[in-house]
């Protein structure tokens, strides 16, 4: 491939993602607050759950180690 080919598909690559970009529809500030609450809690709810799994298993594999 020769540069040149090479540096007007970048160009191109970059024209589409840009008209792409235009077609997207942005959140406005109250739908991302409310999406990044969603998150949180839920990250914060599977870590929990997950402890609660690891502190089970740990005490199952001290007491059949014992």
């Known amino acids: 491939m020769k540069i040149s080919q090479f540096f007007q598909k970048i160009v191109s690559f970059i024209k589409e993602a840009r ?3 235009k077609k997207v529809t942005w959140p ?32 199952v594999v001290a007491l059949i180690l014992q």
């Open 28 to 59: 406005n500030r109250k739908q991302l607050i409310s999406s990044t609450i969603v998150v949180m809690i839920t990250v914060v709810l599977v870590a929990i759950y997950l402890g609660l799994i690891d502190l089970f298993f740990s005490h």
């Open 19 to 21: 008209t792409e970009l």
